[in-house]
């Protein structure tokens, strides 16, 4: 398996523009994973999915953040509108099973810039 | 909001020398923890998941160990080398229901050869 795919690596957008971030996770993976890092706060957890159907998005940020699975090989997280205190890395991650035991494996991330 | 803390947040050791750090989470409803390695420019990896208090686990030069009673954690390097320079995160994953996982904000390495 070519583990899990993230696109785009880069993005670089102006202040007011949609994002979308695409996420295919590995598959037989049953959880999928979006987390923002900062250098602030570190990694946070800004929602999962269990079999397509997300199930906590308490760490997502505010209503410009939206992030859906419409099927269990892609998942998108956007932004709209983006604003500067967006720049982070975003990561994606999947995990094969039971949430608390089971690892999670991270994409490359998608290091986002927007001006 | 779990507290899940690391410590030192970074570390300068010399190539050779043995090093630890810890890390702290809640020490009730405890279900596993789990330890990854991130490479600059990377992504994380994982070294080691512990569910038992007391559990050691060990691969190569590194191991760590599990207190579930007072909620720490340590992650031993023997002999550092300059390959072993990254960051070290532990997660916390809670029991009960959905189980989330809480990630620490890791401990930065630097292997000086």
């Known amino acids: 398996d070519a583990g899990v795919i993230q696109s785009p690596r880069h993005e670089v957008t102006e202040m007011g523009q949609e994002v979308t971030l695409r996420c295919k996770p590995i598959s037989g993976h049953d959880y999928l994973f ?20 997300p199930i906590d998005d308490s760490g997502m940020p505010e209503d410009r953040f939206s992030a859906k699975m419409p099927n269990a090989s892609f998942s998108t997280l956007k932004i709209q509108p983006s604003e500067p205190r967006d720049s982070a890395v975003y990561f994606c991650a999947s995990s094969f099973d039971s949430l608390g035991t089971d690892t999670q494996y991270f994409g490359p991330g998608t290091r986002l810039t927007v001006l | ?11 300068h050791v010399q190539e050779g020398d043995s090093t630890n750090f810890t890390c702290s989470f809640p020490s009730s409803n405890f279900y596993a923890l789990h330890w990854y390695r991130w490479e600059t420019a990377k992504s994380p990896e994982a070294l080691f998941v512990m569910t038992l ?10 191991s760590a160990t599990l207190n579930t009673k007072e909620g720490y954690s340590y ?26 996982v809480t990630f620490g904000t890791g401990t930065k390495l630097q292997v000086i050869p």
């Open chain 2, 75 to 100: 992650l031993y390097i023997k002999g550092s080398q300059p390959e072993d320079s990254a960051t070290y995160l532990c997660a916390f994953a809670g029991s009960g229901g959905y189980q989330k």
């Open chain 1, 34 to 53: 979006w987390y923002r890092q900062t250098m602030m706060r570190g990694l946070e957890l800004l929602i999962y999915f269990n079999n397509n159907v």
């Open chain 2, 1 to 11: 909001i779990l507290n899940v803390e690391q410590s030192p947040q970074s570390l």
């Open chain 2, 53 to 62: 208090n007391g559990d050691e686990k060990k691969k190569g030069r590194i």
